[in-house]
């Protein structure tokens, strides 16, 4: 089936990004070889956003930010702010630095205005976060938007600041075809 179809697996059986990347596990010695790797990457990140919650999942990546570090939005919008992008031309110099990953995207909504809509709006606050990192010279092919809507709140919609946190893209990072391939053949 492969690590695509794994992480495809996991993905809806967790329903976001730690799901998707524990359904893309490697194992063994080839996901030693890749947790190293990504371990760089990590540190990389956590260097160049302090505040971001940078989590180890499995063989892959999760960065969660907060309020400063995040990338947020304003209401019914999917324009990138300002602080957004700052903080994804930081997080790209990363990503071109490990270019052997591949990057989801994965965008969310308060709960405030129709399911429908909501559904509709993360995915485009997804895409626009694909199409700004993709300005910066991430390529196209590294990366997968997917909008959740109003599903997975991390904070709480009852209040502004808790909807105003919610309105966010949060980003999983695996290994792509070419790191499985080249951590395969490394011999211990």
Same mark, same amino acid.
């Given at each position: 089936? @492969?690590?695509?179809? &794994? !992480?495809? =697996? /996991? $993905?809806?059986? +967790?329903?976001? #990004?730690? @799901?998707?990347?524990? &359904? !893309?596990? =490697? /194992? $063994?010695?080839? +996901?030693?070889? #890749?947790?190293?790797?990504?371990?760089?990457?990590?540190?990389?990140?956590?260097?160049?956003?302090?505040?971001?919650?940078?989590?180890?999942?499995?063989?892959?990546?999760?960065?969660?930010?907060?309020?400063?570090?995040?990338?947020?939005?304003?209401?019914?919008?999917?324009?990138?702010?300002?602080?957004?992008?700052?903080?994804?031309?930081?997080?790209?110099?990363?990503?071109?630095?490990?270019?052997?990953?591949?990057?989801?995207?994965?965008?969310?909504?308060?709960?405030?205005?129709?399911?429908?809509?909501?559904?509709?709006?993360?995915?485009?606050?997804?895409?626009?976060?694909?199409?700004?990192?993709?300005?910066?010279?991430?390529?196209?092919?590294?990366?997968?938007?997917?909008?959740?809507?109003?599903?997975?709140?991390?904070?709480?919609?009852?209040?502004?600041?808790?909807?105003?946190?919610?309105?966010?893209v949060e980003i999983g990072i695996a290994a792509n075809e070419q790191m499985i391939e080249e951590a395969r053949a490394t011999k211990n």
């Amino acid at each position: 089936m @492969g690590v695509a179809g &794994g !992480a495809l =697996i /996991g $993905g809806l059986i +967790g329903g976001n #990004i730690k @799901g998707a990347l524990i &359904g !893309a596990a =490697i /194992g $063994g010695t080839a +996901g030693a070889v #890749i947790g190293k790797k990504m371990d760089k990457q990590a540190q990389k990140i956590e260097e160049v956003l302090p505040g971001a919650e940078v989590e180890r999942v499995g063989e892959g990546i999760q960065v969660i930010f907060d309020d400063k570090s995040g990338v947020t939005f304003a209401l019914n919008s999917a324009n990138l702010t300002t602080a957004s992008k700052q903080n994804l031309d930081k997080i790209a110099e990363v990503f071109l630095e490990f270019p052997d990953t591949k990057l989801m995207l994965e965008g969310h909504t308060d709960s405030s205005g129709d399911e429908n809509y909501n559904m509709n709006l993360s995915t485009n606050r997804a895409k626009a976060v694909s199409s700004y990192l993709q300005s910066k010279g991430i390529a196209a092919s590294r990366m997968t938007e997917k909008g959740y809507g109003e599903t997975a709140p991390r904070f709480d919609n009852a209040t502004k600041e808790g909807q105003a946190k919610n309105r966010r893209v949060e980003i999983g990072i695996a290994a792509n075809e070419q790191m499985i391939e080249e951590a395969r053949a490394t011999k211990n």
